[in-house]
Structure formats: C-alpha cells, structure tokens
C-alpha cells in the first residue's frame, strides 16, 4: 500500500523543547498520522547520532532520516541504518575565510563516514563519534558540514561576518543563537527530502514540512513549490514565518500536534 503522503518534520523547536523533552501530544498525533497512512520522518540539522533516539521515541517506522540539514540521508535497513546518500565538500577555503574573522570561535566538522572533529567541546555537541584535534586538521579532507559556534557573537553580528566573509560556494544557515551551520552548496533538508520523496514515489501534492529555523527555508520552500504545506512553529523569527504557508502553535503549547491533527 502507497502512503497517503510524506511528512518531514524539524527535531529542535518543533517535536522538542528546549530542555529536550518532547512538545506536548506530540507523540500521540505522530502516531495517529502514522497509523493514518503517512510517512512521517525527521528532517534535521542534527548529526545521525543525536538523531536515532528520537525516532526511537516516536516510534516512527519511516525508511529514511534526513540530517545534518540534508547533507546526510539515512535508511533504515532490515535492523539497523545505512548512510543511503551523503554530500560533502572541502572545508578549506570556507574554514580559513572564517578563522581571519573569528579567531576564537569553536569549530566541528562531519565527515562523510560520520565522524566529527572539533577544535574544542561545547555542551550542545553530542560528540560520541568525535574526537578534539588542532585546527588545521580540520581542513584535511571532505566534510558533509562545518559548526561554527562563538558565544561573544550574536546574530546579528553572524549574519553580518557572513555577508563580509562572502560565503557563496556552500549553503549555510544562522541559528537562533551564535551558531554557523554550513553544508555543501546547493544542499538543504529540502533537497535531501526531494530525493526521499522521489524514492518513495510520493506525489508532490502530498507533503507537509514543519519547523521552526532559518535552516527550515529550504524544505519550506520545496513543499510549497510542489504544491504541498509548509508549517512554521508560533515562535519562529519573522523570517521562517513568513517563508511558510501556515503558522501554527508555539512548541511549548503543542502547535506540532495542532498542525499534524489537520492530517487526520
């Protein structure tokens, strides 16, 4: 039997709150969309690593993950998962651009196989499959992204080193806090869940994305440009909201699980 559509959903602000639990009745509408015929999936900026669990705790039995915002696409196989697609590119000249304006900022790398390496430990950073290296070895082979992440910057100060520094060969994405998410050039979670949805053979018209950042715009704008919904959270900045073709309650109230009951 075909799925009645594909729903791609956001991890951090949109099926978890801050403190990583999970948004209220979120697991209960997850479960009726899914026993309703849908393929509900993650799509996020996370690592495959920081991702499984909750998969794991929505009980999800969808066939592919996107994560590392579409740079990594996972497939579940029989029992275990596979790295199905993966994209990198050469951090170099991106990292040494970077280092002449943010001398002090802490930076990791994913490679293609899933390890990360980084310059110096950070809390946010599931670093299980990491290790701490000197700069420069950082440099020293293809990578699927870079995290660039200075506490003393705020985003405004991010978005304008960006503009200075002229990132033009990768895709990157500013977080809600002093955060620098760069993936090759072209790729974001909506190019990886235009692969998926392709693979699946699920009719355009058919998918519905939710999220609540900057690196959400990309799959915002790939579901509405085949005809499908894209939904921002409530506390998403103006940017995501207005990028989105619905709006819908803030994470902390449950406004994933509004959104996914107009599924049902």
């Not at 701490?132 to 991010?158: G, K, N, W």
């Not at 620098?180 to 050039?185: E, G, T, V, Y």
């Amino acid at each position: 039997m075909s799925s009645r559509g594909l729903v791609g959903l956001d991890i951090d602000g949109t099926i978890l709150l801050q403190d990583e639990t999970l948004s209220p009745g979120v697991v209960e509408a997850v479960g009726a969309v899914r026993d309703a015929g849908y393929e509900v999936m993650l799509a996020t900026g996370r690592s495959w690593g920081a991702t499984q669990r909750f998969i794991d705790a929505l009980e999800l039995t969808a066939e592919f993950a996107v994560c590392s915002n579409g740079a990594v696409v996972m497939r579940r196989v029989r029992d275990t998962w596979e790295r199905w697609r993966v994209e990198v590119f050469d951090p170099a000249p991106v990292l040494a651009l970077l280092r002449e304006s943010l001398p002090e900022a802490r930076y990791m790398v994913e490679l293609a196989s899933g390890e990360r390496l980084y310059t110096d430990v950070l809390d946010d950073w599931s670093l299980d499959a990491g290790r701490e290296v000197e700069f420069d070895e950082l440099m020293q082979q293809p990578v699927s992204r870079v995290v660039v992440v200075s506490p003393q910057h705020d985003e405004a100060d991010f978005q304008r080193i960006v503009a200075e520094v002229g990132l033009n060969e990768v895709s990157y994405a500013v977080g809600w806090t002093a955060w620098l998410d760069i993936a090759p050039k072209g790729v974001d979670k909506g190019t990886a869940l235009e692969r998926v949805r392709s693979q699946l053979q699920t009719p355009r018209d058919r998918v519905l994305v939710a999220g609540d950042g900057r690196n959400d715009l990309g799959m915002f704008a790939w579901a509405l440009e085949g005809g499908g919904r894209a939904v921002a959270m409530g506390q998403a900045v103006d940017e995501v909201r207005d990028a989105a073709g619905e709006l819908t309650g803030v994470v902390e109230d449950g406004g994933l699980a509004s959104a996914l009951r107009t599924l049902l």
